[in-house]
């Protein structure tokens, strides 16, 4: 399909970007100008956004996809990677395929896509917004394959920036709490997917030039109140 900004617009990728938290980030670019391009396992079939069916647990799937995106457009000035995988068990019981595909999703996917699309980035001198989760640092039961792949993103995008801003590339890794991510989802205590989206857009766009953001965590406005509090969440952890 093809899109109807200019040639010249700056273009942005956004990996997952069919619903949820990927879909506003993919929105908030289109709305600030943006033509976007998007790695979907599942496409949405929206007439503004340049899509890619793209497992991306198949890291030749994700070479050849950015590969489509480059050729398509001949630019990137912004790389979002927030498509992740969501597996819940315990160690002993975790099927080893399982944990496999997390780390392919949520890691190894977020590597390929960087690899693939640097030199564009560089050109652009743009930016790369890694979507993480307060998950990366605080660990729960059940959790993982997810807690492990999220704060290993934490020394990518570290190393990623001090090795590319010397080349003007800015790198942020982003670690939000809860998301209301699901169609209904209004509870209070939430983030809702389009704020999620706002910061993201700041992040790519109105940053000083002068300066970077590195690192970024992002919590819901309200809390409710804890079962457990004070001192005595020592004995809970």
């Known amino acids: 399909m093809k899109s109807a900004e200019p040639t010249g617009a700056p273009v942005a990728l956004v990996s997952g970007a069919n619903r949820g938290t990927g879909l506003a980030i993919a929105r908030e670019l289109h709305r600030r100008g943006y033509r976007v391009a998007a790695l979907n396992r599942t496409l949405l079939g929206e007439d503004w956004l340049y899509e890619i069916q793209c497992d991306l647990a198949d890291p030749a799937a994700v070479d050849r996809a950015v590969g489509q995106v480059l050729t398509r457009f001949g630019r990137l000035d912004v790389c979002v990677t927030n498509a992740v995988d969501r597996t819940f068990a315990t160690l002993a019981e975790m099927d080893p395929a399982d944990w496999d595909r997390a780390v392919a999703v949520n890691l190894t996917s977020v590597f390929r896509i960087v690899r693939a699309s640097l030199a564009?980035?560089?050109?652009?001198?743009?930016?790369?917004?890694?979507?993480?989760?307060?998950?990366?640092?605080?660990?729960?039961?059940?959790?993982?394959?997810?807690?492990?792949?999220?704060?290993?993103?934490?020394?990518?995008?570290?190393?990623?920036?001090?090795?590319?801003?010397?080349?003007?590339?800015?790198?942020?890794?982003?670690?939000?709490?809860?998301?209301?991510?699901?169609?209904?989802?209004?509870?209070?205590?939430?983030?809702?997917?389009?704020?999620?989206?706002?910061?993201?857009?700041?992040?790519?766009?109105?940053?000083?030039?002068?300066?970077?953001?590195?690192?970024?965590?992002?919590?819901?406005?309200?809390?409710?109140?804890?079962?457990?509090?004070?001192?005595?969440?020592?004995q809970h952890v």
């Open 120 to 234: 564009a980035v560089r050109a652009a001198r743009g930016s790369f917004v890694i979507i993480g989760s307060h998950a990366g640092t605080r660990f729960f039961e059940g959790g993982a394959s997810y807690s492990a792949t999220k704060g290993a993103l934490k020394a990518l995008v570290e190393t990623l920036l001090l090795e590319e801003r010397a080349h003007g590339v800015r790198a942020t890794l982003v670690s939000p709490g809860a998301i209301a991510n699901e169609d209904g989802d209004e509870t209070p205590y939430k983030m809702a997917t389009e704020s999620v989206a706002r910061c993201v857009g700041a992040l790519v766009q109105d940053q000083p030039s002068d300066l970077v953001i590195g690192d970024i965590e992002i919590r819901p406005a309200q809390l409710p109140v804890p079962e457990i509090s004070g001192i005595a969440r020592l």
